[in-house]
Antibody, heavy 116, light 108 residues
Framework: QVQLVQSGAEVKKPGASVKVSCKAS????????INWVRQATGQGLEWMGW????????GYAQKFQGRVTMTRNTSISTAYMELSSLRSEDTAVYYC?????????WGQGTLVTVSS | SYELTQPPSVSVSPGQTARITCSGD??????AYWYQQKSGQAPVLVIY???KRPSGIPERFSGSSSGTMATLTISGAQVEDEADYYC???????????FGGGTKLTVL
């Protein structure tokens, strides 16, 4: 069965960076895009960007341009999302989601807390 | 930027029909998708391409779309259907992902 398993919770100080991983199993990793979506406590879903694991091509939401980097390691079927220059407003649960034309399977989420 | 608009909350009694709407200018040309998110859990796809139901989703969940509005219908809502529901679509250019603000469904 398709599974996306994300890395554990992180606590970071303002100005630091965080790198979240998303390990895929149950399907061919390079056949579907990986997208990243975040959700602040009590808030809605916010799309951050996408990556094609086959080509490595990426596209980022304008809000995160310059601060987010999405990469992958195809040998271990794992996608990564790195967010830099963290601020308190980045405190949220970060999800990876597989997509072809739409997001179908989601990871369990990774809580990133930014606090001094 | 493109927006999808949902009502913040919908409330029904068990066994009643719940309807959650999602409005967006591009919906006449773009599919709508619906996700259920229970507290502390990741979203789960319940409807894709306006009206199709993934395997494993109960038949009481259905979707429709007309003009600029898509609708998720839960016929005979059950207590376990209490959750936040999000619609998803794309704008007329096909970029990027857009989610509605979410609707909290209360069944009591």
């Amino acid at each position: 069965q398709v599974q996306l398993v994300q890395s554990g919770a992180e606590v970071k100080k303002p100005g630091a960076s965080v790198k979240v991983s998303c390990k895929a199993s149950g399907y061919t990793f390079t056949s579907y895009d990986i997208n990243w979506v975040r959700q602040a406590t009590g808030q809605g879903l916010e799309w951050m960007g996408w990556m094609n694991p086959n080509s490595g091509n990426t596209g980022y939401a304008q809000k995160f341009q310059g601060r987010v980097t999405m990469t992958r390691n195809t040998s271990i079927s794992t996608a990564y999302m790195e967010l830099s220059s963290l601020r308190s407003e980045d405190t949220a649960v970060y999800y990876c989601a597989r997509s072809s034309s739409w997001p179908d399977y989601w990871g369990q989420g990774t809580l990133v807390t930014v606090s001094s | 930027s493109y927006e999808l608009t949902q009502p913040p909350s919908v409330s029904v009694s068990p066994g009643q029909t719940a309807r959650i709407t999602c409005s967006g200018d591009a919906l006449p040309k773009k599919y709508a998708y619906w996700y259920q998110q229970k507290s502390g859990q990741a979203p789960v796809l319940v409807i894709y391409e306006d009206s199709k139901r993934p395997s494993g989703i109960p038949e009481r969940f259905s979707g429709s779309s007309s003009g600029t509005m898509a609708t998720l219908t839960i016929s005979g809502a059950q207590v376990e259907d209490e959750a936040d529901y999000y619609c998803y679509s794309t704008d007329s250019s096909g970029n990027p992902w857009v989610f509605g603000g979410g609707t909290k469904l209360t069944v009591l």
